[in-house]
T-cell receptor, first 113, second 111 residues
Framework: TAGITQAPTSQILAAGRSMTLRCTQDMRHNAMYWYRQDLGLGLRLIHYSNTAGTTGKGEVPDGYSVSRANTDDFPLTLASAVPSQTSVYFC????????????FGEGSRLTVL | GNSVTQMEGPVTLSEEAFLTINCTYTATGYPSLFWYVQYPGEGLQLLLKATKADDKGSNKGFEATYRKETTSFHLEKGSVQVSDSAVYFCALRGDDYKLSFGAGTTVTVRA
């Protein structure tokens, strides 16, 4: 079972360039999330989508945008990368219901120079 | 707003030692509480959860009890193994269904 697939696994990017991190799930989960993981700060929510066609801002949305054209895909775009966006990015999804459990991808490590 | 504070690491233990990772929270309403684990090179996965006060979550020998009176959800395991080496995250789900995570605690178990 694939679950959540993220791409690329790792990327080095020059400051000022744009980048899209891809996230695809095959579990038909309605809600999807993007987190960044930084040492000492844990995971912080960037953007989320409760269902296809809707998105919302999380705790640290500045410099990032998302779209949710369909249930399966939830790409995260950095329009003009800056070094402070160097991080590990995790995509997650949540099934319907009340459990609150999130399913995570394996992460995308991004380095902005 | 909702927040989670967990014990800072790193924590290094010998095999068969007792592990405790402290977690306290601040929240409005009636949050659900979780422990997630991240093994090296992988994403996070749910370890255990508790959805109401006095509930005990358990899995793989780990336990945590939802204590409303002390706003805590400490993680414990009586006898750790090398395979338990990972980063552990305490998390809270508020009424908006979004998860707030603690900073994570790195645990290394030595043979």
């Amino acid at each position: 079972t694939a679950g959540i697939t993220q791409a690329p696994t790792s990327q080095i990017l020059a400051a000022g360039r744009s980048m899209t991190l891809r996230c695809t799930q095959d579990m038909r989960h309605n809600a999807m999330y993007w987190y960044r993981q930084d040492l000492g700060l844990g995971l912080r929510l960037i953007h989320y989508s409760n269902t296809a066609g809707t998105t919302g801002k999380g705790e640290v949305p500045d410099g990032y945008s998302v779209s949710r054209a369909n249930t399966d895909d939830f790409p995260l775009t950095l329009a003009s990368a800056v070094p402070s966006q160097t991080s590990v990015y995790f995509c997650a999804s949540r099934p319907q219901g009340n459990t609150g459990e999130l399913f995570f991808g394996e992460g995308s490590r991004l380095t902005v120079l | 707003g909702n927040s989670v504070t967990q014990m800072e690491g790193p924590v290094t233990l010998s095999e068969e030692a007792f592990l405790t990772i402290n977690c306290t929270y601040t929240a409005t309403g009636y949050p659900s509480l979780f422990w997630y684990v991240q093994y090296p090179g992988e994403g996070l996965q749910l370890l255990l959860k508790a959805t109401k006060a006095d509930d005990k979550g358990s899995n793989k020998g780990f336990e945590a009890t939802y204590r409303k009176e002390t706003t805590s959800f400490h993680l414990e395991k009586g006898s750790v193994q090398v395979s338990d080496s990972a980063v552990y995250f305490c998390a809270l789900r508020g009424d908006d269904y979004k998860l707030s995570f603690g900073a994570g605690t790195t645990v290394t178990v030595r043979a």
